[in-house]
């Protein structure tokens, strides 16, 4: 799993506990995700369809770095299907889980749509000279 994303949390992200709000942490994944996923569909028409459960396995706090790895699990028709893991940059603890994250590539007409695409590629198999 690929880790790129890192987050700095900041006192807006709390919750009353003083720790990263759920929230906050969910809507930086399901960003992650879709852009994941509109890179390797190569598509910028997708929704998310399923987020399977979601496990806290433990807490962030103020100043605390964050990473988020997604990585692709598998593709099917329409859809991409990945999966999460958030972790304290610093200590490498988990801070959470997710097993699937589906997304489906949308048609103009509203309506899955195929994307024709089967495996994961890198930015260096996408460029001829091989330069990203």
């Not at 900041?10 to 990263?20: A, C, H, R, S, V």
């Not at 190569?42 to 396995?57: G, L, M, P």
């Not at 299907?81 to 490498?92: D, L």
Request: with cysteine; glycine share 8%.
């Amino acid at each position: 799993m690929n880790f790129h994303t890192r987050k700095w949390i900041k006192p807006e992200d709390l919750n009353p506990n003083g720790t990263l709000f759920g929230g906050s942490l969910l809507r930086w994944i399901d960003e992650e995700a879709a852009i994941y996923a509109i890179i390797q569909l190569d598509q910028a028409h997708i929704v998310t369809k399923y987020i399977s459960e979601i496990n806290f396995v433990s807490s962030a706090r103020q100043g605390d770095i964050i990473e988020l790895g997604i990585a692709a699990v598998r593709f099917g028709t329409t859809s991409l299907t990945m999966c999460c893991e958030v972790r304290n940059k610093i200590s490498r603890k988990s801070i959470l889980t997710i097993d699937e994250l589906v997304f489906v590539c949308m048609g103009d007409d509203g309506k899955p749509k195929p994307h024709g695409k089967t495996e994961v590629t890198y930015i260096k198999d996408r460029f001829a000279d091989g330069e990203a």
